[in-house]
């Protein structure tokens, strides 16, 4: 029953799984919970575009006004988001619209990745496992939140891209796989080089096959040529103003120039009539060189990291966000559910590369998912944020393992045998799902106090009831942290000095220096940004790196009481999380921004 009509029965899954999602996470819904400052960030850019700010025109005016911020993402993201928005409006009005469109915006991408799995599945492990994939994927701790209700940056539509992008590993027609490959790869960079390695890795795979097999030119000519166009049509469609300078962080004419040359070198190749694998792996190792070659000449700034920061701002803040840092620096009770299921999914491809060893065409596919597998497996070695791009790699092999197990089982004689066979598939079905539940019944390495009390700080902070009170007052600029920036402008009519944005070093910076220095130095700070008020939230994880590094700083004296005689409290209610005092200043009262 599950071989036939497959792609209308995954889709109704995903339906039925959408429709669960939306009705259990309404509160959210309803109450505009954007936990994420780029989800926040997102809204304001749609926002933004509705509101007749230019296609190419991405700056945040509303943070640092007048001039603005610049955010360094594109357009694509903001397509479905708007038009669910201007679907739904004319029956909800704008502010339930709104909400409808950034609960239903982050289950499209999930649709995409259900019929993707169940795609590369069929074609690799049998006809009828896909419904296997779909079940594993709820074991993705790290994956599965990239699509809920209210997830509406783009990290869900790169993970949709990367699903697609390995199916096209996996399909046995070469033509359709070549354009698979190459048309998610350039849509996942025309959003975001989050997942540049592993595009790049897509395409070290498609050259190798041609290399072991000549038969697999079509296979390379058209991943070539649909990079190159796409790269090329995705600039020009969706690039910013900004992001025609020569930078390193995002589909810039320096990406742009690698993608293109990469995939006419790649088509070319493919073209040359060469009969032995010597001479392929020669000509692929040689164009290969010249392009690292040319692009170490051509943008030698890209050599380091991309973000292009100083040394100072990496130190203050860059290297502290969370999801930067390796696995093994976070707590166990984050580590382990997400490394638990590359684990097994790269045990699976490898189990199944052994058993398709005799079968060219499985065999690359399988190839090629271990060798993702296993790539994005030690890039958790690197950064914790790769954590849902390897969970999402290893369902396949999970499949793979866990149908290995269940046919062997029961092809055998004995009911007892066929039983053990359905205790232990459960056992690793059991082991992918609910590992991050386990750990947490098992209070494994659990938060300590004070990790409960930011969470809660944050929590409060970023409440849309919370932020409401701050409405009582004028429209102004109100100087605060960072991580508040974005919740603020969504939240309520104000402007912000911020977001943890790195195009935007010297505001990061100077409100890093305004906490930390002195009292002298944050007014003098505030004034040239034109803030009127400052606002904080205590115990903030941001206000934590303050308070550590400058223990006689302002924010610690304004922690301890010590409030200087220029700053003048704003009463707020008592359930207000925050603290608001009006700036006054010396030479009269900071210019206000022009309104936008």
Known sequence: MLERHWVRRALLVWAVIATVYLIQRWPQIHWLVLNDTDDNMRLMQVRGLLGGQGWYDLRQYRLDPPAGIDIHWSRLVDLPIAGLFLLFRPFTGPALAERLACGIAP??????????????????????????????????????????????????????????TVAGLADPRKGRGGALVGISSALSLTIGLELLPYCAMAGGLVALRWVWDRAEARRLAVYGATLAGGSALGFVAFASDANYAMRCDALTPVWLSVTVAGGAALFALSRLPLDSRLARLAAGAAVGAVIAGGFAALFPQCLSRPEGVSDELAELWLNNVREAKPIYKHPLRIAVPIAVVPALGLL???????RARRNPEQLAGWAAIALFTAFAGAMLLWQIRAGPAAQLLAIAGEVAL???????????????????????????????????????????????????????????????????????????????????????????????????YHRNEQPILDVHHAFQGSADAFRRIARRHGATYLLVCPNLAETTLYRARAPGGFYAQLAKGQVPAWLEPVPLSKRAPFKLWRIRYADGPAPAAPAR
Do not use: Y
Request: charged content about 10%.
């Open 402 to 500: 866990a149908w290995l197990i269940l046919t062997w089982f029961v092809g055998r004689r004995s009911t007892a045998i066929k039983v053990a066979g359905g205790v232990l598939a459960l056992v690793l079905l059991l082991a992918g799902l609910f590992s991050a539940t386990l750990i947490q019944r098992l209070r494994l390495d659990p938060p300590d106090r004070r990790t409960l009390v930011v969470n809660r700080a944050s929590a409060r902070c970023m409440s849309i009831s919370a932020l409401a009170e701050l409405n009582r007052i004028p429209a102004a600029t109100l100087f605060t942290h960072v991580d508040l920036g974005p919740r603020l402008i969504v939240g309520t009519h104000h402007n912000g000095i911020t977001g943890p």
């Open 107 to 164: 289950l499209l991408p999930l649709g995409v990745v259900l019929v993707a799995l169940a795609a590369t599945v069929r074609r690799l492990v049998a006809p009828q496992a896909w419904a296997l994939a779909i079940l594993f994927l709820f074991g993705c701790s790290a994956t599965l939140p990239m699509f809920m209700p209210m997830r509406i940056d783009h990290h869900g539509w790169q993970l949709a891209f990367l699903s697609l």
């Open 348 to 354: 699976g491809a490898c189990l199944a590369c052994w």
